[in-house]
């Protein structure tokens, strides 16, 4: 498993942009599917994004298609998530996970980083 570390939460206003990282430990961070995922308050955790382990492929959920990318630079054992036109509902905790990319689930999650869009 890898750790995670999430960064570039915070507070904005409806409209604007935020863009998150999630920074992988270990030498294989090449060999890891990378996924994007968030949880508001009351409700289930949900996927948002997810890149291949290549960065060739990606997924995204219906609502933040057209606003959000997600990117990863293997060199850096990094992934992100910009996240443009941010609405009240794209407010959550959002956390980074990884898994190896021959497994179905993600087994490895970072510790999430806060996202509050005002209205």
């Known amino acids: 498993q890898v750790q995670l570390v999430e960064s570039g939460g915070g507070l904005v206003q409806a409209g604007g942009s935020l863009r998150l990282s999630c920074v992988a430990s270990?030498?294989?961070?090449?060999?890891?599917?990378m996924g994007w995922f968030r949880q508001a308050p009351g409700k289930e955790r949900e996927s948002v994004a997810r890149?291949?382990?290549?960065?060739?492929?990606?997924y995204y959920r219906d609502s933040v298609k057209g606003r959000f990318t997600i990117s990863r630079d293997n060199a850096k054992n990094t992934v992100y998530l910009q996240m443009n036109r941010l609405k009240p509902e794209d407010t959550a905790v959002y956390l980074c996970?990884?898994?190896?990319?021959?497994?179905?689930?993600?087994?490895?999650w970072g510790q999430g980083t806060q996202v509050t869009v005002s209205s």
């Open positions: 890149i291949t382990s290549s960065g060739t492929v990606t």
């Open positions: 270990g030498r294989t961070f090449n060999k890891y599917d």
């Open positions: 996970a990884a898994k190896e990319r021959w497994r179905a689930d993600f087994g490895s």
